[in-house]
């Protein structure tokens, strides 16, 4: 179960004040697919730094799991971003280590053995259907293969959670259809996935639970809903 | 624990090796920094040699009249032996100062044909004093003035070689205090390059830092092979500052010889290098890890 509570994020820039999330309060149930839809700036890219603790909120609360994220100390952060996987947009994979090592560096951080290690990581990229470019680095891959990496390395500890932060921002649309039937299957399989987009096209097909926000106030939460602009 | 460990050596090498242009620029930047710094100590010894062969070189005569009886003179040398100040004395004979006299000048007729016409022997017996330190030569120097002394000596030669003496006091002075602030001073600076050479280096990696984060590593996963990579930037630099040190002494040791007669350079060199060796490796290694830890420190914040 996820909780955001009463939640308000602000930035403070000398005397500027910018509301990155005002008042948010949503729950997010176990195996559920989520959309976080809106325009650039609505809240979405916050809503995700709050659930991984790369930020922490000005006000309320927000708990994964067994984790409340703002109580966590930052030595204790990284356990709690085991249980999450996380993509992004700009695919944030390491340059200097190769897909296999990219998604194997997931597992070692998580002090796995490497028996399990040289199991788990092949099927991982068997999964997203990049076996045989396990030895690629990056800058060897397109844009599509490598947000493939970046979902196998999200997957291979199994979290509860996978957060993906517009996966398919830098994607064209064969490749983003690829990547959002990628998360579908991994939702089918048992884990939450919370996706934050403004695409419209894909958030209409998924035809989910779609959150909406504006100003960083949640204004629409549908079961099966639509991206609707206002 | 042991396969963290393990985890954290191999990327370290892995990272050291991938970022191959990367570790050869932060190396050969560290190399000559640590060559200057080596070079420094070098000179700074070889100073101290030189200083000290011409402190050895200086000492303070008492020459006694010609009437002076041998065990008076040997009474002052006993009591000069007493005194702390004092490092070794050597008597000279009238005799002895004949001789001596006579071997220098074996080429010079006249000299010898003048000598041989006198019947006594004109020279007189002294004692060569040496003292622990410059400073101390004028407490000698007061010493052998005294009153009871005076119907012995005839001459102490230290008024001569005050002026030397002083002289080399002050030099000596300068440069101990000068080469140690000049120690410390090139230390700082040597410091300060490696470590904003190696921040440069981890500067390129912050993304890789920060994604690191993301996924869940530890600060210590993540931080671990970067100090691996400092300690081997110090280490291969430090061998290295040693190899070309060594062969600049090699081959600028002979002329060492100018300067001080005698001396053997390279055997010097040789005899310390273990103590330089490890000195150049601690220095190296040591600013190595320290720089990385601070500077990854600054992008494991998020």
Known sequence: MIIFQNVSKIYKNNSHETIALDDATFHVKPQEFVSLVGKSGAGKSTVIKLLIGEDMPTKGK????????????PIEMPYLRRKIGVIFQDFKLLNDKTAYENVAFAMEVAGRTPKEIMEFTPQA?????????A??????????????VAIARAMINHPDVLVADEPTG????VNSADII???????????TVILATHNKDIVDNLNRRVISLEDGKVIRDEERGKYILV | MFTNFSRIIKYGFVGFWRNGWLSAATIAIMFLVLVGFGCLLIFSSVTNIFISDIQDKIDISAYFKTDAPEDEILKIKK????????????YISRDEALKIFKLQHQADDTVSQALEELSVNPLSASLNIKARELKDYSVIASYLGKEDFKNFISKVSYTQNVKVIDRLKRIKGIVEQGGFVMIVF??????LIIFNTIRLAIYSNREEIGIMRLVGGSNFFIRGPYLIEGMLYGFISGVLSVGIISLLVYYAAPYLKIFVPGINGWGYYTARLSGFFMWQLAFGIGL????SYIAVRKYLKI
């Open chain 1, 170 to 173: 830098n994607l064209d649309p």
């Open chain 2, 288 to 291: 190595g890890i320290i720089s």
């Open chain 1, 135 to 148: 030895s690629n680095f990056p800058r060897e891959l397109s844009g599509g293969e490598k947000q493939r």
């Open chain 1, 181 to 191: 039937k990628l998360l579908i299957k991994i939702n089918e399989l048992g884990t």
């Open chain 1, 62 to 73: 927000v708990v994964i799991g067994s984790y409340n994220v703002n109580k966590l100390k």
């Open chain 2, 186 to 191: 090139i230390s700082l600076i040597a410091a």
């Open chain 2, 79 to 90: 009591a000069l032996e007493s005194l702390t100040e004092v490092k070794s004395i050597e």
């Open chain 1, 125 to 133: 990229l068997d999964m997203v259907g990049l076996k045989e470019k």
